[in-house]
């Protein structure tokens, strides 16, 4: 029987074969590549693995450093920008 922790799937199975039949290991998942909040398209220039490595990474490495970065693609920024600009100046 699986220890208690391992029972729900926050872990991925992995089937190996072993001479006596077919074992599950239990691994770590990989997170997934950051999307876009606005239209859902992948970032990209935005590191994306196990916490402890991106922690491992300079700042510029982990995301662009314009705003929105991380959060939103250039495009869906781009047109934020503009958005908030016309506010500002309409008031």
């Known amino acids: 029987m699986t220890s ?7 872990f991925r199975r992995v ?3 072993a001479p006596g039949g077919v074992r599950i ?3 770590k998942r990989k997170p997934q590549k950051l999307t876009c909040k606005s239209c859902g398209d992948v970032l ?4 994306h693995g196990i916490a402890s490595q991106i ?9 662009p450093s314009r705003k929105y970065g991380g959060h939103l693609c250039s495009k869906c920024s781009r047109k934020e920008l503009v958005k908030r600009a016309e506010m500002m100046r309409n008031g």
């Open 44 to 47: 990209k220039g935005v590191a």
């Open 55 to 63: 922690k491992k990474l300079s700042k510029s490495q982990r995301v």
């Open 15 to 17: 089937f190996v074969k």
């Open 4 to 10: 208690p922790g391992l029972r729900s799937r926050t």
């Open 25 to 27: 290991h239990y691994r």
